[in-house]
């Protein structure tokens, strides 16, 4: 069954340094998002993108937050300058179109700032 | 705005009982509610699926109800496992998936 693959599995990055997580959504799927949690809270919707632009974003997703699909297959988060507040593992998740089909998660990225 | 919360937040059973775990909202603007189960340190994999225009969605041992004027969903789990201990997270969808705080489930063999 096809899925979304999300790498690295962990990031360990020093503070105020740029990160960038990957994923590679499923293949026929149109609706990208990222979600992140941090440890012991709730899943946290950060943006979708559809059609090579933003639809939506959360308050968290700030100037430091950006997106990008560079290919027809990666589809990336990157942060600019990371705080400490910004570990947390980060979900990226795919849907094939507007229906109500159900949005597919990768296993996440653990970012970690030191 | 849309809040939604999870009761209990944790729940251990002993093997083979049968549960529910509860979910409401605060807005029943919904389009669709997912329920997930996540394992520790590990992504979401979705269990079912409601549309707003269904009342429940069953698989296998899995039933999910929703009652949108109510506010509340709830994940019924039959003839519980061991392999059934998991956090599991409902999420309502309007467009974004919005997530409760999951609960936490320990099946004791």
């Known amino acids: 069954e096809p899925e979304v693959t999300q790498t690295p599995s962990h990031q360990v990055t020093q503070m105020g340094q740029e990160v960038i997580l990957r994923c590679v959504p499923i293949s026929n799927h149109l609706y990208f998002y990222w979600y992140r949690q941090i440890l012991g809270q709730k899943v946290e919707f950060l943006v979708s993108?559809?059609?090579?632009?933003?639809?939506?974003k959360s308050e968290i997703f700030d100037d430091q937050f950006s997106v990008e699909r560079p290919d027809g297959s990666n589809f990336t988060l990157k942060i600019r300058s990371t705080k400490l507040e910004d570990s947390a593992m980060y979900f990226c998740?795919?849907?094939?179109?507007?229906?109500?089909?159900?949005?597919?998660f990768g296993d996440g990225t653990r970012l970690s700032i030191l | 705005k849309q809040e939604v919360t999870q009761i209990p937040a944790a729940l251990s059973v002993p093997e083979g009982e049968n549960l529910v775990l509860n979910c409401s909202f605060t807005?029943?603007?919904?389009?669709?509610l997912q329920w997930f189960r996540q394992d520790p340190g590990k992504g979401l994999t979705s269990l079912l699926l409601i549309q707003s225009s269904q009342r429940e969605q069953t698989s296998g041992r899995l039933n999910a109800s929703l009652d949108k004027s109510s506010g509340r969903s709830t994940l019924y789990i039959a003839a519980s496992q061991p392999g059934d201990s998991a956090t599991y997270l409902c999420?309502?969808?309007?467009?974004?998936?919005?997530f409760g705080q999951g609960t936490e489930l320990s099946v004791k063999p």
């Open positions: 993108f559809y059609n090579n632009e933003i639809s939506e």
């Open positions: 999420a309502v969808i309007s467009g974004k998936l919005i």
């Open positions: 998740a795919s849907k094939v179109d507007h229906s109500n089909q159900p949005q597919h």
């Open positions: 807005d029943s603007a919904i389009y669709n």
